[in-house]
């Protein structure tokens, strides 16, 4: 018998496989466009020194990813007898309606993205380990579509969780827009933005302080599925430490601050379009621990500075900036209106929101009601008055160019409702904030080609230019009419209000 | 409207309803069914489906090699193949981590057996280190190859298929890597573990095969990279250093070996599954392909012939004992007609 061998003896002579080529050249075998060596000061040989911490082998992944399988699988097939989720409320469908919408299709997009790096990244070891990400990637795929599949027998708007990204709503309009943006670059600056921004920056809030609600509100099935998910991301997502590690090592880390900041501020235009309204207004109140802003201070502020801080990178330019804002959550709580005010663009059950909301809404982000207290209580007079179709939107609004989400999100102290403009080769450009504003004028030949849902009304490429030629246009035409958003609540929620009696400090902004 | 009807929950489906035929989804068709949102076009009819602007590399890397390829279908046809074994990714790690278990079970046998299962005299050791162990550097090659189709398949079913077998390819990879380091330990100063990336780039055996990896690896349009890697290279190479190989270790009594190397086989047949499977349903979608895949075929066979040719001293000099290579490559290009064959296709004289 040959002696035995611990993984660390033999994990090196795995992953050490480069070679170089003899019959093909270098450029062609890794093209610059796709491997991103040029972009960056590292010699070749450099890349060789790429290495993570968790070293995983196939033999290992095997075992430990079929356990984890086995052990949400069996959860969910116990839950088959149960009435979960929908015993849990409509509120709570909300949340998962949301996220499966959202998630799996993204999950799927960043297979392609981890199987680029397993064949362009510069480095063997990384590319093994990319591949791994590209498998846990298709297992998040598969996860979170046969969880809803079961759901779409009893409620069809879990039926987006497939087909969201398929149709032009305004979720998959801006979610692709994210995603295509990171994944259409080089390996290295890919995995930059997905692996170190989106994955060690932002995955813990959608996978941990939502299997966090979950918990809390009962949903085992979703909580265990979405907990055993981040298991996976923590894993590859030390990809791109590893990569800021050699840039460090060369001292040439201003490419990547520059895709840090623009990618991270990306992400959380998106969260707090998609995750913030979930946290904050659909989990049911009595089952929210910590608001969106709150998990967004412990889990993103920290844990990134604290990842950052790991590195030579800085903060960062719009740092002192975005604490200001996530503390108010303002851009979250314009999007939670606007989803109510324009349900019928999206597959979920948007509620009105309650005395108990409220009550906590404004303990957690103490003005809230100051600033956003008087648009609810507008809807809620229409509701008293029976015109439930006054708090529905008949118009569409200006997005950003860059997030394609509302150009105006009236975050009062940021100056946010200040419609910002770009001139670009005779075209005028709209943005939400300075940051997408930043990030256009880098590269604008990158997006100017792309068109915001408002663009193409404006353009006449959605016909009729109605509303209802919008919604069509969206995926949630007459055909579709039962998936659309509708306000579970309505219209008993507007008596709540009858004798609300708003305290006269409020000012009460006409600022929509 | 009174919003109180819940209509989402009056008006439901039986599955989803991006799934357009007759039957009844499977667990498999529900999971890997059009799941990738940048295949088929945008709302303008303008292909491939990306944000960015379409002077990006990826947008014209797709226009080119997967909207642009050679062989002939459209989005639908592509995400109409099936997996012949409907993998999904859990029903795939259960498999493997039962084939990795098998492995080991091999090894706690013998070593309960005390069976001397392990050849090491000079000739053998110096077999396993020049005309086999560099062979974790063409495997990684594809691995690079199958993530490539991963990623440029112009459906979800066949990309997820692509996925699995990179992970195939890891899973043998890393085996030799370890089998390295074993004997490494065992026969210190041989060179184990060191040397075998100078042999791939200088030994003469492995020069052709050296030669139809990198050449494939930059074979970009996606279904001349996959007739090229799945339907040419892997059934001749895999039967060689696999099937092949697993004989010559158990002539040389290295029994325990041969049954690894078995264990990785079943992969092989696998892929080869997949490749016929696919090479079948491209051209049940448009008889043309069959021709386009013939010429695909036609080109790739003598580099990829060459390379499982040039290993006759693996065979015939380099081990203790030594097989005929002539009854070798008889054996390999009898089963590669036959895959040929059974799909109207033909070996190139």
């Known amino acids: 018998m040959l002696p035995n061998v611990r993984r660390e003896e033999w994990y090196q002579t795995a992953t050490n496989t480069n070679w170089t080529p003899e019959y093909v050249d270098e ?15 590292v010699p070749d040989d450099g890349w060789e020194e790429w290495e993570e911490t968790y070293k995983q082998t196939a033999r290992e992944y095997y075992e430990t990813q079929h356990e984890k399988d086995k052990s949400i699988y069996s959860v969910s097939s116990a839950m088959e007898q149960s009435d979960l989720p929908h015993s849990l409320g409509m509120g709570w469908e909300d ?4 996220h499966f919408a959202s998630v799996p299709l993204l999950e799927r997009a960043a297979v392609t993205s981890e199987s680029m790096y397993a064949r362009f ?36 708007q879990y039926d987006w969780s497939k087909k969201m990204y398929h149709t032009e709503d305004w979720v998959s309009v801006a979610g692709r827009h994210l995603f295509d943006d990171f994944k259409a670059a080089n390996a290295i600056d890919s995995a930059l933005q997905i692996t170190f921004a989106f994955e060690t920056g932002f995955t813990n809030m959608q996978f941990l302080a939502l299997a966090s609600d979950a918990a809390d509100t009962g949903d085992i099935e979703f909580a265990e599925a979405i907990s055993s998910i981040q298991t996976d991301e923590a894993r590859h997502a030390q990809q791109g430490t590893a990569i800021i590690e050699i840039l460090d090592k060369y001292d040439d880390l201003d490419r990547a601050q520059y895709l840090i900041d623009k990618s991270f501020w990306r992400c959380y235009k998106l969260f707090a379009a998609l995750t913030g309204p979930s946290m904050d207004y659909y989990t049911p109140v ?29 903060k960062p330019w719009y740092w002192d900036d975005f604490l200001k804002t996530i503390r108010r959550a303002d851009t979250s709580h314009f999007m939670a209106g606007g989803h109510y005010h324009w349900r019928p663009t999206l597959p979920v059950a948007t509620p009105g929101v309650t005395e108990e909301d409220r009550e906590w809404l404004e303990e957690k982000y103490p003005g809230w009601e100051e600033r956003w207290g008087y648009k609810w209580d507008r809807h809620a007079e229409a509701m008293r008055n029976g015109n439930v179709e006054k708090t529905i939107a008949d118009d569409l609004i200006v997005l950003c160019d860059l997030c394609q989400l509302p150009a105006i999100d009236c975050d009062h102290v940021h100056d946010h409702n200040r419609l910002r403009t770009y001139e670009h080769n005779g075209e005028t450009y709209f943005f939400c904030s300075d940051q997408c504003q930043w990030i256009f004028e880098n590269e604008p030949e990158r997006y100017a080609d792309h068109k915001s849902i408002l663009r193409r009304f404006v353009d006449g490429d959605i016909e009729p230019q109605t509303l209802e030629g919008a919604l069509e246009h969206m995926g949630m035409g007459e055909e579709n009419a039962h998936e659309r958003g509708i306000d579970f609540r309505a219209p008993d929620w507007g008596d709540d209000w009858k004798d609300w009696n708003r305290s006269s400090s409020v000012t009460g902004k006409s600022d929509d | 409207m009174s919003e109180n009807d819940y209509p989402m929950k009056e008006q439901t489906y039986r599955t989803y309803s991006t799934w357009d035929e007759r039957r009844v989804p499977t667990t498999y068709d529900i999971a ?28 014209q890397w797709y226009s080119e090699y997967r909207e642009g390829s050679v062989i002939k279908g459209n989005p639908k046809d592509f995400e109409s193949w099936r997996d012949p074994r409907e993998l999904t990714y859990e029903k795939y790690n259960d498999l493997m981590d039962e084939r990795e278990v098998g492995i080991e079970t091999l090894y706690e046998q013998a070593e309960v057996l005390e069976r001397g299962t392990e050849r ?16 974790r550097y063409p495997v990684h090659g594809l691995q690079m190859l199958a993530s490539y189709l991963t990623m440029v398949a112009p459906s979800t079913t066949i990309s997820t298929a692509m996925s699995f077998q990179a992970t195939d390819e890891i899973r043998r990879q890393e085996r030799l890597a370890r089998r390295a380091a074993q004997l490494e330990k065992a026969f210190p100063d041989k060179g184990f573990t060191e040397t075998e990336r100078e042999t791939w780039e200088n030994n003469e055996m492995w020069q052709p095969l050296r030669e139809a ?11 001349r990279s996959f007739v090229g890697t799945n339907l040419v290279l892997k059934p001749l190479l895999d039967e060689l250093v696999l099937a092949q190989y697993s004989t010559l270790f158990d002539a040389n009594d290295s029994e325990l070996y041969a049954q690894v190397l078995e264990n990785f086989y079943l992969d092989a047949d696998r892929h080869c599954e997949v490749a016929a499977s696919v090479t079948e349903h491209l051209i049940q979608v448009d008889e043309e392909n069959r021709k386009i895949i013939q010429d ?7 580099i990829c012939h060459r390379a499982v040719e040039a290993f006759e001293p693996a065979f015939e000099s380099m081990p203790p004992v030594t097989m005929s290579f002539e009854e070798v490559m008889a054996d390999i290009d009898s089963s590669y007609e036959s895959l040929l064959t059974a799909h109207g296709l033909s070996v190139p004289s």
Do not use: C
């Open chain 2, 213 to 223: 990896i990198e050449r494939l690896l930059v074979e970009y349009d996606w279904a």
């Open chain 1, 95 to 98: 949340v998962l309606k949301f």
């Open chain 2, 296 to 302: 695909i075929v036609d080109e790739w066979y003598p």
């Open chain 1, 27 to 41: 450029e062609e075998l890794f093209p610059e466009g796709m491997s991103g060596k040029e972009q960056y000061d």
């Open chain 2, 32 to 59: 890997t069914r059009r799941t990738n949102f940048d295949i088929g076009e945008n709302y303008a009819g303008e292909a491939p489906r990306l944000s960015m602007s379409s002077d990006t590399t990826l947008s």
């Open chain 1, 286 to 314: 009595e089952d929210r621990e910590m608001s969106w802003g709150e998990f967004m201070e412990e889990w993103i502020v920290d844990q990134f500075l604290e990842n950052i801080e790991n590195t030579g990178l800085e």
């Open chain 1, 121 to 156: 990244a510069p480095d063997s070891a990384w590319r093994h380990m990319a591949h791994f990400g590209a498998m846990d990637e298709l297992r998040h795929a598969e996860l979170q579509l046969r969880i809803p599949h079961s759901f779409v027998k009893e409620d069809s």
């Open chain 2, 120 to 135: 090491d005299d000079d000739p053998w050791l110096e077999f396993q280190l020049e005309g086999f162990l560099p062979l």
